[in-house]
């Protein structure tokens, strides 16, 4: 049973469009997280949610909306896709306690051509 | 300012060696979590281990172990008889507390470690 499951696992589409990546987690977990992975591999914090407490990095342009349903969904909203968007991004969980690791899903590799 | 930093991008160790991946860091928190993944070419992020600020002794896990220099801020890495599968990015990341309050780990810009038969 996948722990965090992010659907899909590619996806490639032209400039402008509007799209979404779901985030499921099944640990009940309180934390979510949704990272952006550049082509050099370097993992940036996009949005950090707890508890309906949403962090945002105020790098990450307005385009990028996070929406959880409930405390299991963190749905990342992209609009107007750019080519710079291409990147692969990951949805990560974590539970209470200081010494608690993320658990991440298999990452989304999007392709704006 | 940087918080995590891996001053190796690629390293490279022969089969069943020992290798040692660096990790230095910043913080002014007395409380804090350092951890390290790994992320195969198949992309997946993988949890290897966990140091805290205040355990005493240094973390093992199997073949992987955290050389915690509290003193000097470093969280360096040792894989023990290293394997083939063990060929992967590794990053080092540290947990901390921004003024919201919530836990966000912060990574580092990952070592690219390289194991030849």
């Known amino acids: 049973d996948t722990a965090v499951s992010q659907t899909p696992k590619y996806l490639v589409t032209q400039m402008g469009n509007d799209k979404s990546i779901k985030c499921e987690q099944n640990l009940g977990h309180d934390t979510m997280y949704w990272y952006k992975q550049d082509s050099k591999k370097f993992l940036k914090i996009m949005f950090s949610?707890?508890?309906?407490?949403?962090?945002i990095n105020e790098t990450v342009p307005n385009r990028f909306s996070p929406k959880s349903p409930d405390k299991a969904h963190l749905n990342l909203h992209i609009n107007s896709l750019e080519l710079g968007d291409s990147a692969v991004y990951f949805c990560?969980?974590?539970?209470?306690?200081?010494?608690?690791?993320?658990?991440f899903g298999q990452g989304t590799r999007l392709t704006v051509v | 300012a940087q918080k995590i930093t891996q001053t190796q991008p690629g390293m490279f160790v022969q089969e069943k060696e020992a290798v040692t991946l660096d990790c230095t860091y910043d913080?002014?928190?007395?409380?804090?979590?350092l951890f390290w993944y790994k992320q195969p070419s198949s992309g997946e992020m993988i949890f290897l281990i966990y140091?805290?600020?205040?355990?005493?002794q240094n973390a093992t896990e199997g073949r992987y172990s955290l050389n915690f220099q509290k003193a000097r801020k470093s969280a360096n890495l040792v894989i023990s008889a290293s394997q083939l599968g063990d060929s992967a990015m590794y990053f080092c990341a540290m947990r901390e507390v921004p003024s919201g309050g919530s836990y966000i780990p912060t990574f580092g810009r990952g070592t690219s470690l390289i194991v030849h038969p």
């Open positions: 990560a969980s974590r539970g209470r306690g200081m010494n608690t690791e993320a658990f």
């Open positions: 949610y707890n508890n309906k407490e949403l962090i």
């Open positions: 140091q805290g600020s205040y355990d005493q």
């Open positions: 913080t002014s928190d007395p409380s804090y979590g």
